[in-house]
């Protein structure tokens, strides 16, 4: 499968370091500019205050149990973000439903494959 995220940041928020290098290397190799992988929601949150990623890949625990504060800051700004979880994903709050939620393990391909899904969501929405 060929997946073109050329001129696309991608924020890459995973505190397992495999898989989070893993799923940047696979985010490059389609061409997408990683900005990361961080491993904690204030490392994020401080890139975000610099940068503006197209998308984001964010882990629902990053080692104090699930957390949705950066998702909130990702839904407030308008950044299309695909959840990362070992949690069922009943876990994942009403207001965060509309995000896809992958499980884990997960293969970084279908990380990438879900981040085009969304890709082509928002062109679609911009044409009528």
């Known amino acids: 499968m060929s997946f073109d995220l050329h001129g696309r940041a991608v924020l890459v928020v995973e505190d397992d370091f495999y898989l989070a290098d893993d799923t940047r290397q696979m985010l490059e190799e389609a061409g997408a500019?990683?900005?990361?992988?961080?491993?904690?929601?204030?490392?994020?949150?401080?890139?975000?205050?610099?940068?503006?990623?197209?998308?984001?890949?964010?882990?629902?625990?990053?080692?104090?149990?699930?957390?949705?504060?950066?998702?909130?800051?990702?839904?407030?700004?308008?950044?299309?973000?695909?959840?990362?979880?070992?949690?069922?994903?009943?876990?994942?709050?009403?207001?965060?439903r509309g995000a896809p939620c992958l499980q884990k393990p997960v293969d970084p391909e279908k990380v990438l494959a879900t981040i085009i899904t969304l890709e082509n969501g928002a062109q679609n929405r911009f044409e009528t």
């Open 33 to 96: 500019e990683v900005l990361g992988p961080v491993s904690a929601a204030n490392e994020a949150l401080s890139l975000l205050e610099m940068l503006r990623p197209d998308y984001a890949v964010v882990d629902v625990n990053l080692g104090a149990g699930p957390s949705f504060g950066l998702a909130s800051t990702l839904q407030a700004r308008g950044i299309p973000f695909v959840f990362l979880t070992g949690y069922d994903p009943d876990i994942i709050p009403a207001e965060f």
